[in-house]
């Protein structure tokens, strides 16, 4: 099945800078590549994704760049706020399925 | 349209107890997928049903079962429950074109405790 391997594991950034999270997969064939944020206590919730077709997308303060060659995808969150701290996740479903591989997690700890 | 819902939300059961989550997808997704959380093990799939049927199945013990019924409400059950099945157990829906890698969203969870 799909691996996918997330990184940095925590991540602590002063309010204002700005926050980098990367992801890489294994299967080639991978299309569609969704990153959520979970806050404490609560479901994971979509924040933006990106499908192979593009480069990179962007959603105000946030934006997602994909390397299909390098076989992996970036989430950037620009001007950071403290309601940006949650954990992050990135997945990558294979193409023969529509289970989710996800990546461990990035704790994002914005300091005010 | 109404978000995916999970019933109960806690649930305390004790070792060897059998226990039955439920799932609601949005409605017209037929795609429901069950996810387990824990701390150590971050996501992990358990199972996704598309139109009654298991189209594909995780890495997880027999004890770790599902259904899903015409309305696309799903059930996990999950059977002889030992201490390390403590998780929040998270389901997905998804749009009802029936294809792969299709946008998931996900339901609040239901946070298993077992004693």
């Known amino acids: 099945g799909e691996n996918v391997e997330q990184h940095p594991s925590t991540l602590s950034v002063q309010e204002g800078d700005s926050a980098v999270i990367k992801c890489t997969y294994s299967d080639s064939a991978s299309n569609y590549f969704p990153w959520y944020k979970q806050e404490l206590g609560k479901r994971p919730q979509l924040i933006i994704d990106i499908r192979s077709n593009v480069g990179e997308k962007k959603d105000q303060r946030i934006a997602v760049t994909l390397n299909k060659t390098a076989k992996h995808f970036s989430l950037h969150i620009t001007e950071t706020q403290p309601e940006d701290s949650a954990v992050y996740f990135c997945?990558?479903?294979?193409?023969?399925?529509?289970?989710?591989?996800f990546g461990t997690g990035t704790s994002l700890t914005v300091i005010p | 349209k109404a978000g995916v819902t999970q019933t109960p939300r806690y649930l305390i059961k004790t070792r060897g107890q059998q226990v039955t989550l439920s799932c609601s997808p949005i409605?017209?997704?037929?795609?429901v997928s069950w996810y387990q959380q824990t701390p150590g093990q971050g996501l992990q799939f358990l199972f996704e049903y598309f139109s009654e049927t298991q189209r594909n199945k995780g890495n997880f013990p027999g004890r770790f079962s599902g259904r899903q019924f015409s309305n696309s409400r799903s059930e996990m059950n999950v059977s002889t429950l030992e201490l390390g099945d403590s998780a929040l157990y998270l389901c997905?829906?998804?749009?009802?074109?029936?294809?792969?890698?299709?946008?998931?969203?996900f339901g609040p969870g239901t946070r298993l405790l077992v004693l």
């Open positions: 997905a829906s998804s749009s009802d074109r029936g294809l792969f890698q299709e946008t998931q969203y």
């Open positions: 409605s017209g997704h037929r795609s």
């Open positions: 997945a990558a479903p294979p193409t023969t399925g529509n289970q989710f591989y």
